[in-house]
């Protein structure tokens, strides 16, 4: 994938997860702030904790932490998969973001 693909598709993300943390603030009344500014995405519940996603055009991966850790994602057949082996990245968005907001919440990437 060449460089400009890559940030066509890291946009993508980022400005699809804002809008739909966004929805949740609107819909669900949740305590929680976003902040995309260029290529990171900071989302803050409670006033307190941050779940950070960001792109890495030179590895082209995004990067995702929150207070529970830090995880690596690659682009792979369609999905944006861990490089060490565990949940693709809108299956761990959606995991910390329910966890953080304390109620089921789902995050769909494009």
């Known amino acids: 994938m060449t460089e400009s693909e890559f940030l066509a598709l890291a946009d993508a993300i980022l400005a699809e997860v804002e809008d739909q943390a966004e929805g949740w603030f609107d819909e669900l009344d949740l ?10 995405l900071t989302i803050v519940f409670n006033r307190s904790d ?24 690659g682009y792979q057949d369609g999905k944006w998969v861990d490089t060490r082996g565990g949940p693709n990245l809108d299956e761990r968005l959606s995991e910390l973001c329910t966890d953080l907001a304390g109620q089921k919440l789902e995050v769909r990437i494009p």
């Open 31 to 40: 305590d929680l702030d976003t902040n995309l500014d260029g290529q990171v």
């Open 50 to 73: 941050h779940l950070v996603l960001n792109s890495q055009s030179p590895l082209q991966e995004m990067w995702l932490a929150a207070p529970s850790g830090a995880w690596h994602y």
